[in-house]
């Protein structure tokens, strides 16, 4: 990390500290493979909801980003980072979200997805009356068994029906798949993607997305576009999936010792409303940079409780620095993180532009 111990002495915790340099070394690994297997990048930002990652991004020859709710979107293009293209991977649906929708679809070159008639309808009826069609692409369910249509025949009569639809058209498709299941895209994704040409409509895009096994996104090779996440970051879940090492992980928790109650036990001014209590499928509550021997194996709102086997060796007041398990729900949380880095000679704080965008 760019930042000195004077610098991180001087910072209020708890805090996001982001090291742009990292960062950016994540999004040019990404890029240079998908340029050498002839994939487009399309990263997601719900990873860092940063306009000027985003930027980085786009610098580095992504083109475009991904959102998955309206407003995140808002949020994006409304800053000075020249957004122009997003891709909105959720099922738009109710009035007020679809008339935002309108409206940014005159702002933006903007796609979004879709896994059922009733979407493709609420679409439709919203978009007939406008001089630009919109493009949707139908999401297909790979084995991940969250939103999605279920198999290839599904996906070509969605195809079909969206092609027909008014005010629409036909972008493509589009799936989230569970991590190291490229064969399974591969193959449903071809099949659809015959069956969709043989009835005479074509099949411009076919996005998948997932950092953990991004760098075997060419094994699936139907594939023209991929939306990774979290790559831009790292967190303790894709280093425990071996994507990744510590010192590729560009956002660290910083927090206070304000507590050493006993000898093998210190408590941090981090809890459950800076780490997020989501495990995502490990245990305990992030990585104690460091300090293999620590584990944060209890959070309140406001606690974090370390414990080691031996002597915690830890004073109040003392700071660390915590990779915590999953990166994106952490940016949610607060309202500006801590950058450095890129030639920066001190740190900044960035307001997160897309936190709590949620709807
Ligand atoms: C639709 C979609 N695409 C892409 C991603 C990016 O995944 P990851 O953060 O693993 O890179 C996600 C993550 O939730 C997603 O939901």
Redesign the pocket.
Known sequence: MPFSSEELAAISTPAVLIDLDIADRNIERFQRYADASGLNVRP?I??HKLPAIAQMQLKAGAIGI?C?KVSEAEAMISGEAEIRDVLI?YNIVGREKLEKLRALSKRVTLSVVADSTAVVDGLSETFTNEPQPLTVLVECDTGARRCGVLSPEATEDLAAYIDAAPGLAFGGLMT?PPVGQETSVESFMREAKTRIEARGIAVPVITS????SMMHAADAPVTTEY?????VYNDRSLVARGACGWDDCALHVLATVVSVPAPDRAIIDAGSKTLTSDLFGLTNHGHVVGRDDITIDQLSEEHGRLVSNGPIGLVVGQKIRIVPNHA?VVTNMVDAVVVKGHGRAVPENWVVAARGKIT
């Open positions: 997601h719900k990873t991904t998955q991977t989230f997305g997932g950092s953990p939306r990774p996440g979290t790559y994106c």
